[in-house]
């Protein structure tokens, strides 16, 4: 099963900007969405923004204007760019591979996060 690897989280100034990369053990093409979610303590996670097989981005509206997804199945990543970065966006940042087989069953792979900190 394909293992997904964040990094880039970062301590950081309000106004910033961090670059989070997503690195899987293997092929994401099969995926039909890759998404960059994040959650903070007693709160349910959040998606944050995510990409289709063929480009289509979606995002929080908080984040809308700030944040940029992408991915690259040859490379088997996908990266968030953060910019303008606010307290708000403080939390642990998860990757996420999502695939819907043609059975409808359901694969999400997560991987271990990483953490984003940004102070006023």
């Known amino acids: 099963q394909v293992q997904l690897v964040e990094s880039g989280g970062a301590l950081v100034q309000a106004g910033g900007s961090l670059r989070l990369s997503c690195a899987a053990s293997?092929?994401?093409?099969?995926?039909?969405?890759m998404g960059w979610y994040r959650q903070t303590p007693g709160k349910q996670r959040e998606l944050v923004a995510s990409v289709g097989r063929g480009g289509t981005t979606t995002y929080a509206d908080s984040v809308k204007g700030r944040f940029t997804i992408s991915r690259d199945n040859a490379k088997s990543m996908v990266w968030l760019q953060m910019n303008r970065l606010n307290p708000e966006d403080t939390a642990v940042y998860y990757c996420n591979a999502h695939r819907v087989d043609y059975d409808q069953a359901i694969l999400d792979i997560w991987g271990q996060g990483t953490q984003v900190t940004v102070s006023s």
């Open positions: 293997g092929s994401i093409a099969s995926f039909q969405v």
